[in-house]
T-cell receptor, first 113, second 113 residues
Framework: KAGVTQTPRYLIKTRGQQVTLSCSPISGHRSVSWYQQTPGQGLQFLFEYFSETQRNKGNFPGRFSGRQFSNSRSEMNVSTLELGDSALYLC????????????FGSGTRLTVV | GENVEQHPSTLSVQEGDSAVIKCTYSDSASNYFPWYKQELGKGPQLIIDIRSNVGEKKDQRIAVTLNKTAKHFSLHITETQPEDSAVYFCAASIETSYDKVIFGPGTSLSVIP
């Protein structure tokens, strides 16, 4: 059974640009959550999607957005990149929100220069 | 909102010894407590979880205990091996409420051969 796939694995962007990250959850999983991981802040919740609807949102500025498609694949977008956006962005899928644990992808390492 | 504290932040043990990581949570409504292990370059992996109707759960060399009254839970790893070296995260959430999962700041465990 394939795991959670995140693409790309690494990205280098310039301040002010925008970026789109992709996540394909485990087949049959309808919930996709996104987390930002940094050495100083740990794992910070960005947002969660279930059946194409955003059901939860963390405390991030509006520059961070996401969406989910009918096949449960999800994308997150960060506009007007800032140096502080450099982080590992992790996607996690679960069968149903809040039921059981997550399966995480390996993440996308974003570096903003 | 929910807040999860985790101690210690770093832990070094000799191979074969036991390791204990402790977490406390703030929201008494939390009822699901997973533990994740993150190895270098990978996303967190669920290793064990416990629900609030259970006081202890074991899986081979790892065990988790929960004290609902004190709002704390612990991870115990016995007979540690070098491959146990990783960062461990505890987390808390309210299952079935579609609430987001809140993670502790992590514990970096080093097992010295």
């Amino acid at each position: 059974k394939a795991g959670v796939t995140q693409t790309p694995r690494y990205l280098i962007k310039t301040r002010g640009q925008q970026v789109t990250l992709s996540c394909s959850p485990i087949s049959g999983h309808r919930s996709v959550s996104w987390y930002q991981q940094t050495p100083g802040q740990g794992l910070q919740f960005l947002f969660e999607y279930f059946s194409e609807t955003q059901r939860n949102k963390g405390n991030f500025p509006g520059r961070f957005s996401g969406r989910q498609f009918s096949n449960s694949r999800s994308e997150m977008n960060v506009s007007t990149l800032e140096l502080g956006d450099s982080a590992l962005y992790l996607c996690a899928s679960s069968a149903e929100t809040g039921l059981g644990g997550y399966t995480f992808g390996s993440g996308t390492r974003l570096t903003v220069v | 909102g929910e807040n999860v504290e985790q101690h210690p932040s770093t832990l070094s043990v000799q191979e074969g010894d036991s390791a204990v990581i402790k977490c406390t949570y703030s929201d008494s409504a939390s009822n699901y407590f997973p533990w994740y292990k993150q190895e270098l370059g990978k996303g967190p992996q669920l290793i064990i979880d416990i629900r609030s109707n259970v006081g202890e759960k074991k899986d081979q060399r790892i065990a988790v205990t929960l004290n609902k009254t004190a709002k704390h839970f612990s991870l115990h790893i016995t007979e540690t091996q070098p491959e146990d070296s990783a960062v461990y995260f505890c987390a808390a959430s309210i299952e079935t409420s579609y609430d987001k999962v809140i993670f502790g700041p992590g514990t970096s465990l080093s097992v010295i051969p």
